[in-house]
T-cell receptor, first 114, second 112 residues
């Protein structure tokens, strides 16, 4: 299995630009999670989906962030407009049957907003 | 609000030492506690502890769950430089099934 795939691996953009991060979960996994990791705040859950449906988006910082999962093999996290404080590593993770199985993390997207 | 606290925040040891990392939690409805190791990339899974499996061991690493004290420890014996990493504790215990709350992590540095 290829594991969780994320793209791009690195993104540098200017403040105000739109950023789209992409994730392909492990085939057959029915849960997908988006996390953000910074030195100050550690690893924070932004949103997660079950069977393509958003379950909990309480971690999404503000309306500039949105996430979609149009099908079982693809999800996007969009930031519009981006700000320097959005600079972080964004991880996507997937799991089977939610809490019964551990989450497997993708390699992350390192985002820098200038 | 669910809360997971790890200690110490950082630790520096020499090869061969034994280390103990701590994790305490306050959650609504405990289901499981997980330990992850993060080197330069993504967190990788180490152990999952539940009410029916409170002790796990793999090589030099072992972990115990104390449900009474709402805590867990991760032990690493005979540390090696390859053990240098951030160790993350996470708990599945909120109102949303499958949602993990992570601690801030312990940065372990093992010197030769």
């Amino acid at each position: 299995d290829a594991g969780v795939i994320q793209s791009p691996r690195h993104e540098v953009t200017e403040m105000g630009q739109e950023v789209t991060l992409r994730c392909k979960p492990i085939s057959g996994h029915d849960y997908l999670f988006w996390y953000r990791q910074t030195m100050m705040r550690g690893l924070e859950l932004l949103i997660y989906f079950n069977n393509n449906v958003p379950i909990d988006d309480s971690g999404m910082p503000e309306d500039r962030f949105s996430a979609k999962m149009p099908n079982a093999s693809f999800s996007t996290l969009k930031i519009q407009p981006s700000e320097p404080r959005d600079s972080a590593v964004y991880f996507c993770a997937s799991s089977l049957s939610g809490g019964k199985e551990t989450q497997y993390f993708g390699p992350g997207t390192r985002l820098l907003v200038l | 609000e669910d809360k997971v606290v790890q200690s110490p925040l950082s630790l520096v040891v020499h090869e061969g030492d034994t280390v103990t990392l701590n994790c305490s939690y306050e959650v609504t409805n405990f289901r499981s506690l997980l330990w992850y190791k993060q080197e330069k990339k993504a967190p990788t899974f180490l152990f999952m502890l539940t009410s029916s499996g409170i002790e796990k061991k793999s090589g030099r690493l072992s972990s115990i769950l104390d449900k009474k004290e709402l805590s867990s420890i991760l032990n690493i014996t005979a540390t090696q430089t390859g053990d240098s990493a951030i160790y993350l504790c996470a708990v599945d215990g909120g109102t949303s099934y499958g949602k993990l709350t992570f601690g801030q992590g312990t940065i372990l540095t093992v010197h030769p």
